[in-house]
């Protein structure tokens, strides 16, 4: 058994291909049409064959007011690393990513929470600074 | 004849204060207003060494905020926290000598 996919709940397949290729820098792996929806996932440029993220539709009423709850207290979810949190906070903010979080150094690791427009927080984080 | 409790502005600063998380809570809101109730959690865990829950985090901000130390900020889908220190003026000034007082 391994683990090589993970998800996030989104509002909208299409939107959210557009936020998480276009914005974030992740590239499409595979659009699998299923009717209503499709099989959806996106990888990381630099490591195209590693964990894929499923960009998964967030049409049961519970998975909406799951997201609701967690983003009126401000949790990200999902978590991806980056090399360097306060550049990678830097270009994002300069595409129009809002931050609930700028980065911030908490024991090991400095984190920082944006939103994805598509209903939840992601956090990035990296290393803190030695 | 019993002592009725009623209290006062003065009560419910010093009630907050009176709790070592709830200061902590104060001092992560001194470094940056505008946090989350997810960072400030993180904050007492990571760097204040106190690990209660979120749900009680949560309630030592109700009190804060009932001292008014502490306001809730809703923007959008979000809260944020902001720390005002205006209730600890007059704790200040308080007990200071007549020739200590700041002129006014």
């Known amino acids: ?130 | 004849m019993p002592i009725v409790e009623v209290m006062d502005d003065a009560d419910a600063v010093f009630k907050a204060l009176a709790d070592r998380t709830r200061r902590a809570l104060l001092d992560a809101l001194a470094e940056r207003d505008g946090q989350t109730l997810f960072e400030l959690c993180a904050r007492m865990a990571s760097t204040h060494g106190l690990t209660s829950s979120r749900q009680a985090i949560s309630q030592h901000l109700d009190v804060l905020e009932g001292a008014a130390l502490v306001h809730r900020r809703r923007e959008g889908r979000y809260t944020f926290h902001d720390l005002d220190t205006t209730p600890l003026t007059p704790l200040r000034e308080r007990w200071r000598r007549p020739d200590e007082r700041t002129p006014r």
């Open chain 1, 1 to 130: 058994m391994r683990i090589t996919l993970t998800s996030v709940l989104v509002d909208d397949q299409a939107k959210a291909l557009d936020f998480y290729t276009r914005v974030l820098g992740f590239e499409k792996k595979y659009e699998v049409p299923m009717g209503e929806y499709a099989w959806l996932t996106v990888v990381s440029p630099d490591a195209p064959d590693g964990v894929e993220l499923v960009l998964e539709p967030d049409q049961h009423p519970a998975a909406r007011s799951f997201k609701a709850a967690l983003a009126a207290d401000g949790i990200p979810f999902t978590a991806f690393t980056v090399d360097d949190v306060e550049a990678e906070q830097a270009r994002l903010s300069a595409a129009g990513v809002v931050f609930t979080q700028p980065p911030t150094t908490m024991g090991p690791v400095t984190t920082a929470v944006f939103d994805d427009t598509c209903g939840n927080l992601i956090q990035i984080q990296s290393p803190a600074p030695a």
